[in-house]
């Protein structure tokens, strides 16, 4: 992502341009950031992953939002809008308002070639300052495959990957399990045909 040129920021003038303006944008370190589009694929697989959270997760005090709401990490920190974000309990937010959301228990990130490096290093490094934060997912584009990163006790992260149509990945954090088959579900690969349930 490249800055907008522009002067030094505050998070509070970052946030009233924000919520007065047509495109969202995140916020680093004085700066704003414009967000990309996504494509196809990623925009099938974080609505059938919401889709299933969310039927998994009705009947529990646990809601799960994707990319229109965005996240504090830090006061005077990140500011971003993950693909989906799931809290169990009350929802925190920012300055009285219901726009920024602050005590995520599971941040989903759908891949993307531009963004990969980003949300596997910067990115993660500033969500595991969140002390709500149990388990952070990178969802890959190219084939079904799911990395969840846990914490443990004393701070440490470990990571369990699964792979294949036939695998299911599973979120500690809210005690679900999600089908490989149902996330990749009428996602179509690389010089494959779309991925139904019914392929398993």
Known sequence: MAAH????LTPEEYLEIERAGEFRHEYYNGQMYLMPGGSLQHA????????????????RPCIVTGSDLRMRVAEDGLYTYP?????????????GRTDTLLNPCLIIKVL??????????????????L????EYALV??????????????GGHWILSEYAGINAAARFDSIDVSVPLAEIYDKVKFEG???LHPADE
Request: charged share 30%; hydrophobic share 35%.
């Open 83 to 95: 693909d989906i974000s799931v809290v169990c309990g009350e929802p925190e937010f920012a300055d």
């Open 192 to 194: 494959h045909a779309p």
């Open 5 to 8: 040129p522009q002067h030094w």
């Open 112 to 129: 993307s070639p531009s963004t990969e490096r980003k949300d596997r290093g910067f990115k993660f490094a500033q969500y595991r300052t």
């Open 140 to 153: 890959s584009q190219e084939e079904a495959r799911v990395e969840v990163f846990r914490r443990q006790a």
């Open 44 to 59: 099938l697989i974080q609505a059938n992953m919401a889709r299933e959270l969310g039927n998994a997760l009705r009947k």
């Open 131 to 134: 002390t709500s934060l149990q």
